[in-house]
């Protein structure tokens, strides 16, 4: 089981990461759970999801701890960093990162989403980047299953699914352990 949350602020695609992984993980028979929580504004506000990924049933959306922090930035990493369990995995955007310290008992991994994703041409992608990188880190589904898989939930929705996928390959290769 995997207790994972992402966060950000909103327009950084934080929700839409967490909804992504479910329905991936979900269609290649894992269970899961997903909450959200946001404030009022439309962009710039405080954005996360819990997300839940288990082979066996769920008994909680609400972990007491993380397995898995997704940090789209720097005031979600300060925010959340007291929730994740010791060998937990930290995910950064180090795009929106300073030089910091960061605690023994946790994994940092750094991927540079921003730049990745401005790279590739598709500026709405660092989300996907930084997926890329937690499934690295996490190992929790195969590479090559979860590309398919996203491939096929882009080309449902109507949307251009190479440039999605792109950002996701390359975060999952670009992604290194910090400290």
């Given at each position: 089981m995997a207790d994972i949350m992402f966060a950000g602020i909103g327009g950084?695609?934080?929700?839409?990461?967490?909804?992504v992984l479910i329905q991936i993980a979900a269609e290649n028979g894992k269970n899961v759970s997903w909450t959200s929580e946001y404030s009022a504004e439309m962009r710039g506000g405080i954005a996360l999801c819990r997300v839940v990924?288990?082979?066996?049933?769920?008994?909680?959306?609400?972990?007491?701890?993380?397995?898995?922090l997704v940090c789209m930035n720097e005031d979600a990493y300060?925010?959340?960093?007291?929730?994740?369990?010791?060998?937990?995995?930290?995910?950064i955007n180090s795009s929106l990162f300073s030089d910091r310290k960061?605690?023994?008992h946790v994994e940092v991994i750094g991927v540079d989403a921003m730049g990745i994703s401005a790279d590739l041409h598709n500026a709405r992608g660092a989300n996907l980047v930084m997926?890329?990188?937690m499934?690295?880190?996490?190992?929790?589904?195969?590479?090559?299953?979860?590309?398919?898989?996203?491939k096929d939930y882009f080309d449902h929705k109507g949307i251009p699914s190479e440039e999605n996928v792109q950002c996701f390959e390359a975060g999952y290769e670009k992604a290194g352990k910090i400290g």
């Open positions: 950084q695609g934080v929700l839409t990461a967490g909804k990924v288990s082979d066996e049933e769920i008994g909680s959306p609400y972990p007491d701890t993380l397995d898995v300060n925010t959340y960093i007291d929730q994740v369990a010791e060998g937990g995995k930290v995910i960061y605690p023994e997926m890329g990188a499934i690295s880190a996490t190992r929790m589904m195969d590479k090559q299953q979860f590309s398919d898989t996203l």
